[in-house]
């Protein structure tokens, strides 16, 4: 017999499920002679009580005293939830934002999952047992023909529900075979389908040649990333489809990202026609069971392609082949909330495991991404015509200062109107796009001229007609329309701007005929609420959508031949250093939705500011000039790209200790300031812009830095983390996409 002398592992490194900053640590357990592996969630002994925790590590040896170290309790799930890669990019997460373990382990698995809140779905079947049917059927009794008809089913189909069968055949029945032993019933783990309703045939599409290119292009280059900068309706989203297609082809798995939402299941229909049930969606607007489902559906190989907003980039998939971020300039990509990562900063992590392609599309890519492009970090591919060479639809400007001096204070200018009465005269449909959902933008007091605002925040409350209440926008509080301005007592209050519930009130003063719809937050507070909208507005059932944002963004209505734009040029007079950026791809994206089949389209954008450059570029379709400029305004600037902007926001409920704190450490950071000075670009202290939010005070530290100085930020979110508590919010941010 041969001695073997095999090192078991026998200890677990476990990172129990609590955000702490004093938990943050790895706890050793022994295995227990359980299964445990990388990547398992375990139930651990803590304190008094168990609690849940992920595997991180295995080893031979315990760094802990061994007689301190407690056994694992037990093995969650059937296998582990976690993949190697997906313990190493929490890791990474970890290290790069300064998060707790536990937090960016969080990120990788369905909320219902933790705790157990859902549980898998299970289905009783039943089918026949192993013995000879005839000799089966002989053994029933003459008059059991509810037996007889049950064995004849599951002869014809295997498996059929247990329900159905006893809904069928009486539930007295299916007992008693199953007593005889005839039929068995099996479990099966049910699965509980996201937007049963999105199926469709594929559409029968013969690639461009263009888009041919395209595809080669990115399977050939050496580089891990492509830039796919192609115009609205170029074609790119079936540059996307066959690429994933490709990528199942040779056997890997592929991660569809878009910015949105609701932007899911026009992206999860497409991909239903055409890869089947392999297509699955994760999104926080999915019920939980459907969320579990979709998830599990991943983890176990049994769906190859994960489509979602930016968490998506988490799925819990192996052997990823393609990475696609779809509309890749959008905000949305980067993480707001704690921990706030990037989500293409993720995807190329992923990637570089995975060793597989990304693709960042988009009409208007981020001036980051077409400099990296253009420096050859990036493949660089262009499609700049629609698909058949259709033209891109006319823009034109209407000066909003002249329609005011004419006396017209509606939301629409003459020749707006006249546009939207010919689009309706020839039955086709409109778009109506403005940034400000509600009924008017504020309340104003005609009197002293203040506008009524929010008791915990620093912002003027939007009215609502629902209620006729007033919202505040920032928080979500709501409060009762006022009888008189709270500031003076005057009873002389008005509404000022226009929101979306006016604009529809409008519009349908001016067109009694036509029907409208209307898409912002407040419309469409349940997943369906999207979709039922939009597929409204496509099966045409509506002449004219009113919307936000979200209808600005890829969407795709044929009969669309007219977009008017209310507001262009309301981002352009954010303080941010990306505004001009913003509404260049504002008013491209929505300007895309229009004229998309046989008929061109036309694009009214009213400004106030009708001279303003980024303006006329847009008018242009010049996205080159656009960048041009831009870029070499941010180098003579020392903006982004060419540095980082940290900002560490500082919220107390308290103004002084807000200031207070804030001057502490900014001298502390001042320090370091001093030491690097050709490190920074800026250095400041302030209030910020957004004074208060939610009962907070709100102060910054705002500096900009030389690009990827992983050491500095380090310290600097080190030393700013420390004077974060219960009571005082320290937020260390990269590059913020919001400067509020
Ligand atoms: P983008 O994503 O660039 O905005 P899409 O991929 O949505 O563009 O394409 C715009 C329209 O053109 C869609 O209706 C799409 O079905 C159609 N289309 C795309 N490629 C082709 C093709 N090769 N032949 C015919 N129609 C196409
Ligand atoms: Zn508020
Ligand atoms: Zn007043």
Redesign the pocket.
């Given at each position: 017999m041969l001695n073997i002398l095999i090192l078991l592992k026998m200890y677990a490194s476990v990172i129990v499920d609590i955000v702490n900053s004093e938990v943050d640590k790895i706890f050793e357990y022994s295995l227990n002679g359980l299964n445990v592996e990388l990547g398992s969630r375990v139930s651990v002994p803590f304190g008094y009580k168990n609690i849940e925790g992920i595997v991180i590590g295995l080893s031979e040896r315990a760094v802990f005293p061994i007689e301190k170290i407690k056994p694992i309790t037990a093995i969650l799930d059937d296998e582990p939830v976690l993949t190697k890669e997906g313990v190493k990019l929490a890791k990474y997460i970890q290290k790069k934002y300064f998060v707790p373990l536990a937090l960016s382990l969080r990120l990788f698995l369905p909320t219902e999952l933790r705790r157990g809140q859902v549980k898998a779905k299970v289905e009783k079947f039943c089918k026949l047992s192993n013995k000879p049917f005839e000799e089966m059927i002989s053994e029933i009794k003459a008059n059991a023909s509810n037996q007889k008809g049950i064995l004849e089913r599951l002869c014809q189909t295997e498996l059929v529900k247990q329900s159905l069968l006893a809904n069928d055949f009486g539930i007295s029945s299916v007992n008693a075979l199953l007593k005889k032993g005839f039929i068995e019933v099996v479990e099966v783990q049910g699965y509980r389908e996201p937007y049963k309703e999105l199926n469709e045939q594929k559409?029968e599409?013969?690639?461009?040649e263009k888009?041919e290119e395209a595809i080669n292009a990115v399977l050939s280059t050496d580089k891990m990333v492509t830039l796919l900068h192609?115009?609205?309706?170029?074609?790119?989203?079936?540059?996307?489809l066959e690429l994933i297609s490709r990528a199942i082809a040779s056997g890997k798995t592929a991660i569809m990202l878009v910015p949105e939402i609701s932007l899911t299941p026009q992206m999860l229909r497409q991909l239903r026609a055409r890869f089947k049930d392999i297509a699955a969606i994760l999104h926080s607007g999915l019920s939980k069971g459907e969320r579990f489902d979709e998830w599990w559906r991943l983890k176990t190989g049994k769906a190859k392609i994960a489509i979602g907003a930016r968490s998506a980039i988490f799925a819990p998939l192996e052997n990823v082949g393609i990475i696609i971020v779809?509309e890749e300039h959008d905000s949305s990509y980067l993480s707001e909330s704690s921990p706030r990562y990037s989500t293409i900063d993720l995807a190329k992590f992923r990637a570089k495991e995975n060793n597989a392609k990304i693709v960042l599309?988009s009409?208007t890519p981020s001036v980051d991404s077409y400099l990296l492009a253009k420096n050859g970090e990036y493949n660089l591919i262009e499609?700049p015509e629609?698909?058949?060479k259709q033209p891109l639809p006319e823009i034109i400007t209407v000066d909003m200062r002249t329609e005011v001096r004419r006396g017209n204070n509606t939301p629409f200018s003459y020749a707006l109107r006249e546009e939207i009465k010919n689009a309706l005269d020839k039955q086709n449909q409109v778009i109506i796009f403005l940034n400000q959902r509600g009924y008017s933008k504020n309340v104003i007091c005609t009197e002293c001229g203040e506008p009524i605002k929010c008791k915990d925040c620093d912002v003027s409350l939007t009215y609502h007609m629902e209620n006729e209440s007033l919202l505040c926008h920032y928080c979500g509080a709501k409060y009762k329309m006022v009888k008189a301005c709270p500031n003076c007592g005057s009873k002389y209050i008005r509404y000022g701007g226009f929101g979306t519930q006016r604009v529809v009130m409008e519009l349908q003063n001016l067109f009694p005929n036509a029907k409208i719809l209307r898409m912002d937050r407040d419309s469409t507070q349940n997943k369906e609420g999207h979709v039922k909208i939009l597929e409204s507005f496509a099966k045409r059932e509506a002449d004219i959508l009113v919307g936000t944002q979200m209808i600005a963004k890829?969407h795709?209505f044929?009969l669309v031949t007219l977009v008017g734009i209310l507001d262009a040029d309301m981002s352009l007079h954010f303080s941010d250093f990306r505004s001009n950026e913003r509404t260049f791809q504002l008013i491209t994206q929505v300007a895309?939705r229009s004229g998309?089949?046989k008929e061109k389209g036309k694009v009214v954008v009213q400004t106030y500011s009708p001279d303003n450059f980024v303006l006329k570029k847009a008018l242009a379709y010049d996205y080159k000039g656009l960048f041009e400029r831009e870029i070499s305004l941010r180098k003579a600037t020392g903006f982004p790209p060419f540095s980082d902007i940290v900002r560490i926001l500082i919220t107390t409920k308290d103004e002084e200790k807000t200031a207070e704190v804030t001057k502490e450490l900014y001298s502390k950071l001042k320090t370091i300031y001093e030491s690097k000075k050709e490190e920074f670009s800026f250095f400041g202290c302030m209030k910020a812009p957004l004074k208060k939010l939610q009962g907070k005070f709100r102060y910054q530290i705002l500096m900009r830095i030389n690009k990827n100085n992983q050491d500095l930020l380090d310290k600097i979110y080190e030393i700013s983390l420390k004077y974060g508590d219960r009571n005082v919010g320290v937020f260390v941010e990269e590059n913020p996409t919001n400067l509020t």
């Open positions: 559409k599409i013969v690639l461009t888009q192609g115009v609205t309706g170029s074609g790119k989203t079936e540059v996307y779809d599309g009409a499609l629609r698909i058949n890829g795709d044929p895309g998309r089949a």
